[in-house]
């Protein structure tokens, strides 16, 4: 971006210096070890950072990248970290972003994920994890009540939850037929009844935290701008970036080697992760443990109690499905074990980061042409009601597994039940934070396990 000189002031505060890609870089490397809390939490740290402490974006122009982050499938808090590195500093600025936004919590995860596989057997290890296991449960309730206070607004958009809670636990439909349903009732009740799927969204903000670098009237840079050329460029990059390292594994292994298919799942799954990391879990849970059988349903329960503890986007979930998968089924051999796992992770936040930054670069210049706020959002409406049928059904499944470990023909867990209670009590009641929550639970779960 181009140099911008402090001669504008407003209210006291003149307009901040241009920011060198150096120094974004250091900011985002830091953002990626500190976003914690979710995707809430995430977009709270930046709008601290961004809009109200350094002035780097205007509130208006950070809501509207929001509102079109909002609209695609993947985690639309990383998806904002590129959009607004991409918008200051180009295409390798909004890679920089995208990409510190996520590595912290890659390495972080493949440090727990081996611990958790190598010693999860260890008494003090396994007992914390039997007090996690309750809290997960609870914390997945909490997603499907947040976010359906949110989406559930009349009776058209809960009979689309509770079609989509019965689709998928009596009829086991798959994921991807749920959202493409939701989309076409969206697209057709959008037009027939506009008044039932209207949603407020992010909408403009008045408010002002003084000049920014990036403001309400400042000009889209000469990047910004939409060039078919560029999207078609775009387009055939990303093409050989998703190309390349699948036609390597196929060659490789094969196209039924685990890898492989790993590449191709969860290329599918980042196309599919509308509403969020809990929207996509119940696909991946499908697809992970039911039809591949990477690892089990508590292993997935495991994993996503380790997401929910480190910083970054919870669909980092996948690095851990991916690397207990090829932990397991030893896919270099008895001897290259943590190899296995640690390529597979890292493959898989490959495949499904990397439509993230391309629907950000090839979209950005279409969101810059207009800062009006985005339309065509009854099909979002409608997927996201949906959604929180399958969060809904998400922890049905956690809490049977929880519960119940021998099925319904054993007996009720009780300890797990209280500790389920009492870390719903804590969300709902207290609104203690994930974090707090889960490690509270570890402790009580790891005296009962001890004292048994």
Same mark, same amino acid.
């Given at each position: 971006?181009?140099?911008?000189? %402090?001669?504008?002031?407003?209210?006291?505060?003149?307009?901040?210096?241009?920011?060198?890609?150096?120094?974004?870089?250091?900011?985002?490397?830091?953002?990626?070890?500190?976003?914690?809390?979710?995707?809430?939490?995430?977009?709270?740290?930046?709008?601290?950072?961004?809009?109200? #402490?350094?002035?780097?974006?205007?509130?208006?122009?950070?809501?509207?990248?929001? $509102?079109?982050?909002?609209l695609?499938?993947?985690?639309?808090?990383?998806?904002?970290?590129?959009?607004?590195?991409?918008?200051? /500093?180009?295409?390798?600025?909004?890679?920089?972003?995208?990409?510190?936004?996520?590595?912290?919590?890659?390495?972080?995860?493949?440090?727990?994920?081996?611990?958790?596989?190598?010693?999860?057997e260890? %008494?003090?290890? =396994?007992?914390?994890f039997?007090?996690?296991?309750?809290?997960?449960?609870?914390?997945?309730?909490?997603?499907?009540?947040?976010?359906?206070?949110?989406?559930?607004? $009349?009776?058209?958009?809960?009979?689309?939850?509770?079609?989509?809670?019965?689709?998928?636990?009596?009829?086991?439909?798959?994921?991807?037929?749920?959202?493409?349903?939701?989309?076409?009732?969206?697209?057709?009740?959008?037009?027939?009844?506009?008044?039932?799927? #209207?949603?407020?969204?992010?909408?403009?903000?008045?408010?002002?935290?003084? %000049?920014?670098?990036?403001?309400?009237?400042?000009?889209?840079?000469? /990047?910004? #701008?939409?060039?078919?050329?560029?999207?078609?460029?775009?387009?055939?990059?990303?093409?050989?970036?998703?190309?390349?390292?699948?036609?390597?594994?196929?060659?490789?292994?094969?196209?039924e080697?685990?890898?492989?298919?790993?590449?191709?799942?969860?290329?599918?799954?980042?196309?599919?992760?509308?509403?969020?990391?809990?929207?996509?879990?119940?696909y991946?849970?499908?697809?992970?443990?039911?039809?591949?059988?990477?690892?089990?349903?508590?292993?997935?329960?495991?994993?996503?109690?380790?997401?929910?503890?480190?910083?970054?986007?919870?669909?980092?979930?996948? =690095?851990?499905?991916?690397f207990?998968?090829?932990?397991?089924?030893?896919?270099?051999?008895?001897?290259?074990?943590?190899?296995?796992?640690?390529?597979?992770?890292?493959l898989?936040?490959?495949?499904?980061?990397? %439509?993230?930054?391309?629907?950000?670069? =090839?979209?950005?210049?279409?969101?810059?042409?207009?800062? $009006?706020?985005?339309?065509?959002?009854?099909?979002?409406?409608?997927?996201?009601?949906?959604?929180?049928?399958?969060?809904?059904?998400?922890?049905?499944f956690?809490?049977?597994?929880?519960?119940?470990?021998?099925g319904?023909?054993?007996?009720?867990?009780?300890?797990?039940?209280?500790?389920a209670?009492?870390?719903?009590?804590?969300?709902? #009641?207290?609104?203690?934070?994930?974090?707090?929550?889960?490690?509270?639970?570890?402790?009580?779960?790891?005296?009962?396990?001890?004292?048994?």
């Open positions: 971006m181009s140099k911008v000189l %402090p001669s504008t002031v407003e209210g006291g505060l003149s307009k901040p210096e241009a920011i060198s890609l150096r120094e974004a870089f250091w900011f985002w490397l830091k953002l990626g070890f500190i976003s914690f809390g979710g995707p809430a939490g995430q977009i709270s740290i930046m709008h601290q950072e961004l809009v109200e #402490r350094r002035r780097w974006i205007s509130q208006r122009r950070f809501l509207h990248a929001l $509102n079109y982050c909002m695609l499938p993947g985690p639309e808090a990383q998806q904002l970290a590129t959009y607004i590195g991409w918008l200051m /500093h180009r295409t390798w600025g909004g890679v920089i972003a995208g990409v510190l936004f996520v590595l912290p919590s890659l390495f972080i995860l493949i440090a727990l994920s081996w611990m958790y596989i190598a010693f999860g260890v %008494p003090v290890v =396994a007992g914390l039997y007090g996690i296991k309750p809290a997960v449960t609870a914390i997945v309730v909490q997603a499907a009540h947040r976010i359906g206070s949110r989406a559930l607004k $009349n009776n058209w958009l809960w009979a689309i939850a509770a079609a989509s809670f019965a689709a998928i636990f009596a009829f086991n439909v798959p994921f991807p037929l749920i959202v493409l349903g939701a989309a076409l009732i969206g697209y057709v009740g959008g037009r027939l009844a506009p008044e039932k799927f #209207r949603t407020g969204g992010h909408g403009a903000a008045k408010k002002s935290f003084g %000049p920014a670098l990036i403001d309400d009237d400042t000009p889209s840079p000469e /990047h910004a #701008r939409f060039s078919g050329f560029k999207l078609a460029l775009l387009a055939l990059t990303g093409a050989v970036l998703w190309a390349l390292p699948m036609g390597i594994l196929i060659v490789l292994f094969g196209w080697g685990t890898l492989t298919q790993m590449g191709w799942f969860f290329t599918k799954a980042a196309l599919l992760t509308f509403g969020g990391a809990y929207a996509v879990l119940p991946v849970y499908q697809g992970a443990v039911g039809h591949y059988g990477w690892l089990t349903p508590t292993q997935m329960i495991d994993g996503l109690a380790l997401g929910e503890t480190t910083p970054g986007p919870l669909i980092m979930v996948v =690095a851990f499905v991916g207990v998968g090829a932990y397991v089924s030893q896919v270099f051999g008895a001897d290259h074990v943590f190899l296995a796992g640690a390529v597979a992770a890292t898989v936040t490959w495949f499904t980061f990397l %439509p993230s930054f391309l629907f950000i670069l =090839a979209g950005g210049p279409l969101v810059e042409s207009t800062h $009006n706020e985005l339309k065509f959002t009854a099909p979002l409406t409608a997927i996201t009601a949906a959604v929180v049928g399958v969060i809904l059904n998400l922890a049905c956690f809490g049977y597994h929880v519960l119940w470990p021998q319904f023909s054993g007996n009720l867990d009780w300890p797990s039940a209280l500790i209670i009492l870390a719903a009590i804590a969300l709902f #009641r207290f609104k203690r934070g994930v974090i707090q929550v889960l490690m509270a639970c570890a402790l009580v779960g790891l005296a009962v396990h001890l004292l048994r």
